[in-house]
Nanobody
């Protein structure tokens, strides 16, 4: 599967952005999906993940109640709605996918086989 992330940009603190990750290839509904981010000089960190059906999701504590992951298995797209953005949310955001037979949600980036190219999110104070 190939992943194409979009929707990043420059926004003021308190603003919102919606990231999209479009998947090409077959059987998108067989893939668990996730969003990760990497700020300059920092390691890539987990942001949110969703099961292949969309029935289960997890969010990092740092974004809980502000960000929400969702997916549309007809459009082959996973979304990350980001509200109440903070300057510390500034990073390159990556979507990722992994084949899954169990309906699990994965937070470890090592579990993912496919990665999008990343989209820059910059939050100004």
């Amino acid at each position: 599967v190939q992943l194409q992330a979009s929707g990043g940009g420059l926004v003021q603190a308190g603003g919102s952005l919606r990231l999209s990750c479009a998947a090409s290839g077959r059987a998108f509904s067989r893939y668990a999906m996730g969003w990760f981010r990497q700020a300059p000089g920092k390691e890539r960190e987990f942001v949110a993940a969703i099961s292949r059906s969309g029935g289960s999701a997890k969010h990092a504590d740092s974004v809980k109640d502000r960000f929400s992951i969702s997916r549309d298995n007809v459009q082959n797209t996973v979304f990350l709605q980001m509200n109440s953005l903070k300057p510390e949310d500034t990073a390159v955001y990556y979507c990722a996918g992994t084949g899954d037979a169990f309906g699990y949600v994965y937070t470890d980036p090592r579990r993912y086989d496919y990665w999008g190219q990343g989209t820059q999110v910059t939050v100004s104070s």
